[in-house]
């Protein structure tokens, strides 16, 4: 099915260890963009790529890092994990200036 | 500062209701999304609007723009279980800009 797919679904991590949530879409889009969702504080931004090549910083990018590896891949990366990144996690596209299409989340646990 | 605030922030209704939410800002937008996630799952893009005082339907739910393209609402007749969800709004305020979301309206259909 045409998409955004992410990768893996569900995970917990221990404090301190390491991981990197896989995204890619297929359909052609110029951006993409990781958002994180938690109870009462709605979708805020982490990373996105408005074309390849390109990453910028959105509203909470500390303790992340991002790869736009091509144009369907955009990889979010947690070096050190810690309780606070407990968390869904949201990969999004979009053609510039359209409506944006999610995948289905990873739910990740900090313990 | 939530740039977008949604009303109410939770709504549990009779199959059959109708109801409205709305999303409100001080800012203006060049387009506004309006956005259904399930339980479990990413948003879904519902419908864009462009136009000042632009009025769009989607089967039961209607869409309206307000004139100064500064807030929209969401209206949903004859409610039924399967409208259960959260509601976001997403402004634009430029193509070449990220959207903003909102915090989301909870609704919950008891049939």
């Known amino acids: 099915n045409a998409g955004v797919t992410q990768t893996p679904k569900f995970q917990v991590l221990k404090t301190g260890q390491s991981m990197t949530l896989q995204c890619a879409q297929d359909m052609n889009h110029n951006s993409m963009y990781w958002y994180r969702q938690d109870p009462g504080m709605g979708l805020r931004l982490i ?16 303790g992340y890092n991002v790869s736009r590896l091509n144009k369907r891949e955009f990889s979010l ?9 407990t968390s869904v996690y949201f990969c999004a596209s979009s053609p510039t200036g359209y409506g ?4 289905s989340g990873t739910r990740l646990t900090v313990v | 500062t939530q740039l977008l ?24 937008f060049s387009s506004l999304q309006w956005y259904r996630q399930e339980p479990g799952e990413g948003p879904v893009l519902l419908v864009t609007v462009v136009t000042g005082g632009e009025v ?8 309206q723009f307000g004139d100064a393209r ?5 209206h949903i007749t004859a409610a039924q279980p399967g409208d ?6 997403a402004g634009l305020k430029t193509s070449y800009d990220k959207v903003i979301f909102g915090p989301g309206t909870s609704l919950s259909v008891i049939p």
């Open chain 1, 77 to 85: 990366r947690l070096e050190s994990a810690a309780p606070s990144q």
């Open chain 2, 56 to 63: 769009k339907k989607l089967k039961r739910l209607t869409f």
């Open chain 1, 47 to 62: 990373y996105y790529s408005a074309s390849e090549g390109t990453t910028d910083k959105g509203e909470v990018p500390n």
């Open chain 1, 100 to 103: 944006y299409t999610f995948g």
């Open chain 2, 5 to 28: 605030e949604q009303s109410p922030q939770f709504l549990s209704i009779q199959e059959g209701e109708n109801l409205t939410v709305y999303c409100n800002s001080s800012s203006v």
């Open chain 2, 84 to 89: 259960t969800g959260l509601y976001l709004c």
């Open chain 2, 70 to 74: 500064k807030d929209s609402s969401l």
